[in-house]
């Protein structure tokens, strides 16, 4: 089945979003989603790194381990090409953002270990996409989870101002709740588009 890049795109965000459909990604996001400001630091962050790792990861293994039927490595190239990007993300907003890096912390470099950044690049390689599809498959995905940390951290902003959530509710917990609703509205867009 010959998918358009632009579905591949959209079904990436919506019905096969990484965060809320494939359960990835889930330890930055509840991390995170603390304060919006933050949050859409990280979904930036997330979607530039991604969409970066997955172009490059898709030169070296087609371009380099195919050929030289190396693909057994492929993992540990993938993991060195991340490492790579997160610590050039890192040097960026180093130097123009202190602030956001400063607020970051220690989540900026768990971005290497955040498993949407290796599984974007393991989709691409087991579901035999060309370069576009890639780019559409990887930018849609990064989006996809950017959408759902800055919504998680927008309700949990607003619930704290009007809602006297229960102790035993505070933090992680509320969190698995606004992600469960959630999931249960993406799941709506089911039916729009089928990537394989």
Request: aromatic residues 10%; charged residues 10%; glycine residues 6%.
């Amino acid at each position: 089945m010959n998918t358009h890049p632009l579905l591949i795109f959209i079904a990436a965000i919506f019905p096969h979003n990484i965060a809320l459909t494939y359960i990835l990604g889930m330890c930055p996001l509840i991390a995170i989603s603390k304060n919006l400001k933050t949050a859409f630091g990280m979904g930036i962050s997330v979607i530039f790194v991604v969409t970066l790792t997955a172009v490059i990861n898709w030169f070296v293994y087609n371009l380099i381990l195919l050929p030289t039927n190396s693909q057994i490595i492929s993992y540990v190239i993938f993991i060195i090409t991340i490492a790579a990007s997160v610590q050039l993300v890192e040097m960026l907003l180093e130097r123009f953002f202190p602030p956001l890096q400063v607020a970051f912390g220690i989540f900026l470099p768990l971005i290497t270990v955040n498993c949407i950044v290796l599984a974007v690049s393991l989709f691409m390689v087991l579901r035999e996409y060309d370069f576009i599809k890639t780019v559409c498959f990887a930018s849609g995905s990064a989006i996809g989870w950017a959408i759902t940390i800055v919504t998680v951290s927008a309700i949990k902003e607003k619930l704290l101002l009007i809602a006297d959530i229960p102790k035993g509710l505070k933090g992680p917990a509320i969190t698995m709740i606004i992600l469960g609703i959630l999931s249960l509205a993406f799941m709506g867009f089911g039916g729009m588009v089928k990537i394989r």
